[in-house]
């Protein structure tokens, strides 16, 4: 089965400028989750949804922003980006809103210029 | 608030020895999950082993071993037999227990281990 998918693998912005990035969760898996990872430090939980409802928001501004679609992929928005919005982005999913296990994707590299 | 600290930017071991690597967390629940990721340089997070606080037993996974001192708020790891493939930067992360209502792991800063050969 595959694995957690992201995309894009790697893209480059302008400040101000608008960004989507996309998950696709393991299948099977109704929870998807959010994290941003600055160079140098551990992931920050940005979102998490599950059953298409978000049940967590971690301290990011309002120009984040996330939905989840019917077949349980997600994507991540954020406007009006900033250099200090560069980082990996990492998308993780779950069977469930429970104590299962997460599972990472391989991330979406974020540069700001 | 909930942290997790990692006082080791960067560990190194010799080739079939064996690494300690700490982790310290602050919390006042008394339920929670405790895990430690390897993130390769391919950047995706695996999960290496996995602590319920509830739990007094350390969890072990083949060469991969924890010593949970949940008084102290101290989870650290032991590799055994290092192998080059464990190279990597690992993440010691806490999350509350699933009947809290939130999903949100919180991640150390992470401590680089190296291999040498």
């Known amino acids: 089965d595959a694995g957690v998918t992201q995309s894009p693998t790697h893209l480059i912005k302008t400040r101000g400028q608008q960004v989507t990035l996309r998950c696709s969760p393991i299948?099977?898996?109704?929870?998807v989750s959010w994290y941003q990872q600055v160079l140098g430090q551990g992931p920050q939980f940005i979102f998490q949804y599950y059953e298409k409802e978000e049940r967590g928001r971690g301290n990011f501004p309002d120009r984040f922003s996330a939905r989840q679609f019917p077949n349980y992929s997600s994507e991540l928005n954020v406007n009006a980006l900033l250099l200090g919005d560069s980082a990996l982005y990492l998308c993780?999913?779950?069977?469930?809103?429970?104590?299962?296990?997460?599972?990472f994707g391989e991330g979406s590299w974020l540069t700001v210029v | 608030a909930q942290t997790v600290t990692q006082s080791q930017p960067e560990m190194s071991v010799q080739e079939a020895e064996t690494v300690t690597l700490s982790c310290t967390y602050d919390t006042s629940e008394s339920d929670y999950y405790l895990f430690w990721y390897k993130q390769p340089p391919s950047r995706q997070m695996i999960l290496v082993i996995r602590?319920?606080?509830?739990?007094?037993q350390n969890a072990t996974e083949n060469r991969f071993s924890v010593n949970f001192q949940k008084a102290a708020k101290s989870f650290s790891l032991k590799i055994s037999d290092s192998q080059l493939g464990d190279a990597a930067m690992y993440f010691c992360a806490y999350r509350r227990s699933f009947t809290s209502g939130t999903y949100k792991y919180i991640f150390g800063t992470g401590t680089r281990l190296k291999v040498l050969a």
């Open positions: 602590q319920e606080a509830y739990k007094q």
């Open positions: 299948s099977g898996h109704k929870s």
């Open positions: 993780a999913s779950s069977l469930a809103n429970s104590g299962n296990t997460i599972y």
